[in-house]
């Protein structure tokens, strides 16, 4: 079974740092691997997809991920944040040929202070 | 397109009570899926439909059924609610059951079990 675990629950930044969100994953098979925000007090929304070729993906509102097959490991970057990236963030995976059920990790909520 | 809808937004039940949360999604995709959102746990697969005439259960079915009306309709219903139901519901909905599809999220119930 595959599981998806999201180093921090919280991550407080200041307005135009970068940031960081870790993303690990277990599987025994391939994945492929996603990153969703959910913004508040709304549905969760696509970011970015790692399927495969390149191991950088760019998504949208200028984050990007990187996809690590030796450390199982899919971090999100953003080089500067702004207040709007407010926002809960989950790193979730499928596996090949398993059909499209998602395993989420528990998410991490980025607070972007001013 | 309204994409994804869900109604009701919020519910407030009392233990022993039933109800059905509904869904519907206007993109002529093939499979749905039922999740429950939890703080620090992430989203959790309740049940999926990969295509019409076809459910199956996910991570935590317990409790709960579903039905798949037509294309468009999913719903989620829960025949006797517990407190521990009290969540976050979201639907979901993809083309087809392929793994590196993107899933398109409502926004979400919020359920109450007294």
């Known amino acids: 079974a595959q599981s998806v675990t999201q180093l921090d629950s919280q991550v407080p930044v200041f307005e135009e740092a970068p940031v960081e969100l870790r993303c690990n994953y277990s599987?025994?098979?391939?994945?492929?691997l996603f990153w969703y925000v959910q913004y508040p007090n709304q549905g969760l929304q696509l970011l970015l997809k790692?399927?495969?070729?390149?191991?950088l993906v760019k998504g949208i509102n200028g984050f990007e991920a990187e996809f690590n097959k030796s450390q199982t490991s899919f971090h999100l970057r953003k080089p500067s944040v702004h207040i709007s990236d407010t926002a809960e963030y989950f790193c979730?995976?499928?596996?090949?040929?398993?059909?499209?059920?998602?395993?989420f990790g528990g998410g991490t909520r980025v607070l972007v202070k001013p | 397109n309204a994409g994804v809808t869900q109604t009701p937004k919020f519910q407030v039940l009392k233990t022993g009570q039933s109800m059905t949360l509904q869904c519907a999604q206007d993109?002529?995709?093939?499979?749905m899926y039922w999740y429950r959102q939890d703080p620090g746990m992430g989203l959790r697969l309740i049940y999926y439909?990969?295509?019409?005439?076809?459910?199956d259960k996910g991570e935590v079915p317990n409790g709960y059924n579903v039905s798949r009306l037509n294309k468009r309709e999913f719903s989620l219903r829960l025949e006797s609610a517990a407190p521990s139901q009290t969540s976050v519901y979201f639907c979901?909905?993809?083309?087809?059951?392929?793994?590196?599809?993107?899933?398109?999220f409502g926004p979400g119930t919020r359920l109450t079990v007294l």
């Open positions: 599987s025994s098979v391939s994945v492929y």
């Open positions: 993109m002529n995709h093939n499979s």
């Open positions: 790692y399927l495969s070729g390149s191991t």
């Open positions: 979730a995976v499928s596996e090949w040929a398993a059909g499209n059920k998602l395993t």
């Open positions: 439909s990969a295509s019409e005439g076809t459910t």
């Open positions: 979901a909905s993809t083309w087809d059951r392929a793994g590196n599809n993107e899933q398109f």
